[in-house]
């Protein structure tokens, strides 16, 4: 999962991928409507090497919360019929044995919800924000919402999966977004740096009834970032590893995994 889908707000101007050893690569689409290269191997090989490049034309909104809190509706609300069958995965807590300790995390932080959909959401991304450290881990996988609040830190990878759960709680379908960060503080070297950037970075998607899918990154508070470039949606984040496979044979043991993603601005 390397390529974004093109969209209304993200145009692929341009993708190619370089693959060594050389492979049979088959495009094909999951069940989310994600793009996915499947790629097959006829030589053995010591190293596995993946490069990706893209030029993309990302749009954004000017005043994103003022221009979304106009169509968005109150809180509590309820999901039209038709919204709540084709909503309905996205719905569900996935890791139930953990609802009680978000559920009493939220009420510790939020003890007063809004009455508007957005403000909601947007205090949640904030508690998050303000309440974990950030630390990166090479591990494989995801820390459960709990572990999180128990250890008070996590990736972006974890945030998003706390994020997505306690809006779920809150009665909001919400799904978990892989893809890249700009830092602009990257390009010029002015502001604030952005975090999560020079890997994969991970957010989440909330459908908010009047407004549609709108982006929230806890990780750096930002709310339908521009700099955000969704490569794929899901709705675990099992289900959205960027790079995945097997390999065989007698001996072979996995040495290690390096990643690098630079996203620069065009002129």
Request: hydrophobic share 40%.
């Amino acid at each position: 999962m390397i390529r974004p889908r093109d969209g209304h707000n993200m145009r692929v101007l341009d993708s190619r991928l370089a693959v060594s050893p050389q492979a049979e690569v088959h495009w094909t689409f999951d069940t989310f409507g994600n793009s996915v290269a499947l790629l097959t191997f006829h030589k053995e090989a010591d190293e596995l090497v993946l490069v990706s490049e893209l030029v993309l034309r990302r749009y954004g909104l000017d005043e994103p919360m003022a221009r979304i809190e106009r169509h968005a509706r109150g809180y509590p609300f309820q999901y039209g019929r038709e919204d709540s069958i084709d909503l309905g995965p996205l719905l569900t807590v996935h890791c139930e044995e953990d609802r009680a300790t978000v559920e009493r995390w939220i009420s510790e932080k939020i003890p007063d919800l809004p009455k508007r959909s957005l403000r909601v959401l947007d205090l949640l991304s904030t508690a998050i924000h303000e309440s974990f450290a950030y630390s990166r881990r090479d591990a494989y996988g995801v820390q459960s919402p709990g572990e999180t609040i128990r250890t008070a830190s996590g990736t972006c990878r974890d945030f998003a999966y706390l994020f997505m759960e306690a809006a779920r709680s809150l009665g909001f379908a919400a799904r978990f977004v892989t893809g890249y960060l700009y830092d602009p503080s990257g390009d010029t070297g002015v502001g604030i740096a952005m975090t999560g950037g020079g890997a994969t970075h991970a957010w989440a998607d909330v459908f908010i009834p009047g407004a549609g899918w709108i982006e929230f990154d806890p990780t750096n508070r930002l709310v339908a970032g521009l700099n955000l470039v969704p490569v794929a949606t899901t709705r675990t984040p099992a289900q959205a590893v960027p790079v995945s496979g097997s390999y065989q044979r007698n001996g072979a043991g996995f040495l290690g995994m390096s990643v690098d993603v630079s996203v620069t601005q065009s002129t």
